[in-house]
């Protein structure tokens, strides 16, 4: 009868629960603190009296509202103009308090806010022009009125809800000031009507947004040591081998281009005579040492290694590594642009290039290649890697590194990472000091922050720290942990089968 590891059913054990969930980001540390709804007026908005427009008018409404039933209504007249501001001292504690604690950290913050236009914004002026901008300023008692331009899209023509966000680090307000100021205004070559209308425009959910804390996961710096009893394998290459496409990278080790240790992967595709894409370098792991595709034999050293991996990728916003231009490029390229791809045992093949390095750089420059994992789309499905995830339990992983130039050249590469949020979530859903398997317990039954979802999972999954979990029986089970339960018990039976 096959043998089977606990690693390998608990990973099998994990992807047949997984199945049939929408797949969810971590639940993100990102937070935002309210500034202004207008649920119950002005809230001290008020013209700002020193507007180069034609100001008209400002109200509350019902038009525009995204946080509550009203917005602030605006009606300005043509050209640039502070539109309206409020004002906030020590005394509005929840306010001025939010913009102290901002100026601590201008770099950690966002200000943001809803603009609406909608069909009637522009209906009664002679002539609607051709733009219609927004712009934000803040004052404080040093520096003096900073201001952003132009933080909305011309919005002449366009109807619908705009959110607007701005660092706040291009805002700067001191921190103990006496005040705190915030002025939106607009600017436009439109006409007023015959009776003096201008064109009306709705805010509303002004707030602070605490951008996330990110860090960096190293998944390949080629430091591991080259083992002298193996020759013919070159262990500090991290598996790393000639890729798929044509002509392939010649790889080797360098100590050039090091930003992770003190050793990188030097890629050369300097002797092929056809510059072109290719998918010339590929890191590739299949924990089923068993050709026969009936007869899973399943190696626990490798398939605890593809969970690791796995583990590390999904949730990740972005995947990036350091690149070091070693060749004068005698080809002379206008171009050279890097990709890379991820694919697991399902089939999908998530890829995306990064941006290009224009001309032939020096010997000796060096950069990074950042990509999105939300742009590393599936063609067979058209989802992202951000959003479905590698498959938790898959049995072989493939990660690709593309160039792509009209020229050839060598290049060292290193540090090869995932960059993702670090989150304040906790897996420890029974709050008992720990996570095991009561907690994936608690998650089964929909106890998580968020239900049976498979961002909770995933928090679980990377917070577990002893042996696997038994799905216990129910006597009568809710619907979703009945399905759970089979199919667990399916995979069970299924293991039992195979000889």
Known sequence: MQAYSKNWLFSKLVAVIAVGLLFASISSTTHAQLLYSFETGLDDWAATGFSNSDFISVATSTMGATEGLQSLAVETGPTFGWDV????????????????????????????????????????????????????????????????????????????????????????????????????????????????????????????????????????SWETPDDPGTPGVNEQLENWTNGFGQPGHIHSISTLGATDGSSSLQIDRQSHTTPNFTWGSQFVLSSDTNPDPEIEDIDPTIQGLIDEIVGKVNGGLSVAFDVRFDDPFPNSPTFTKFGVHFSDDQGTFYDAEGSSFNGSPPIGTTGTVTIPLSSMIDNTSGLSLEEAGLSVGTNFLRIGIASNTDGAGIYQIDNFRIIREISSESGDFDNDGDVDGNDFLVWQRGGSPNGINSGDLAIWQAQYGGAPPVVASSPVPEPTSFLLTFGAFAVFMSCRRRK
């Not at 291009?170 to 000031?177: G, W, Y």
């Not at 939106?184 to 951008?211: C, M, P, Q, W």
């Open 85 to 220: 501001n409020v004002s906030v001292g020590p005394g509005d504690t929840n306010v001025y308090g939010a913009f102290n604690a901002v100026a601590a950290d201008l770099q950690q913050y966002t200000l943001d806010f809803d603009v609406s236009i909608t069909p009637d914004s522009f209906a009664n002026v002679t002539s609607a022009g051709n733009f219609f901008t927004i712009n934000v300023a803040a004052n404080s008692d040093s520096p003096n009125f900073p201001q952003a331009f132009n933080v909305s899209p011309n919005l002449n023509g366009l109807t619908g809800t705009f959110p607007i966000s701005i660092p706040m680090s291009s805002l700067p307000v001191a921190q103990n000031s006496s005040f705190y100021q915030l002025n939106i205004g607009s600017n436009s070559d439109h006409v007023n009507g015959g009776g003096g209308e201008g064109v009306k425009y709705f805010v509303d959910n002004i707030r602070f947004t605490a951008l996330p804390q990110l860090e960096e996961i190293t998944l390949f």
